[in-house]
């Protein structure tokens, strides 16, 4: 899997964390990848731990200046539709 999301010299900005929220809706792993302009203020755990706080999501691996966290769908109930008998209008 490739990362879908690269982490700039921003870091663990607010814009990161709603997209990376978003991606986690549309899919239950996001892969991160962390360039080295953001590696001196942090290293890879904490800014993991910090994405993992903000979004409610379980961290899965990090793996050098990559990290991959897991956040499972929500399944939305599909509301029940009331049948209603067929009736004639005429009689036979």
Known sequence: MDPTIWI???GASEALMKQVE???KSRELVKLKIQR???SEAG???LAERVVASTGSTL???MGHTFTVYKRKEVQKVAKSTVVPFKPRFKW
Do not use: F, P, S
Request: charged share 25%; no cysteine; hydrophobic share 40%.
């Open 44 to 46: 890879t755990t904490d």
């Open 60 to 62: 899965v691996e990090v």
């Open 37 to 39: 302009a953001a590696l």
């Open 8 to 10: 700039g010299k921003e």
């Open 22 to 24: 978003n991606q986690l």
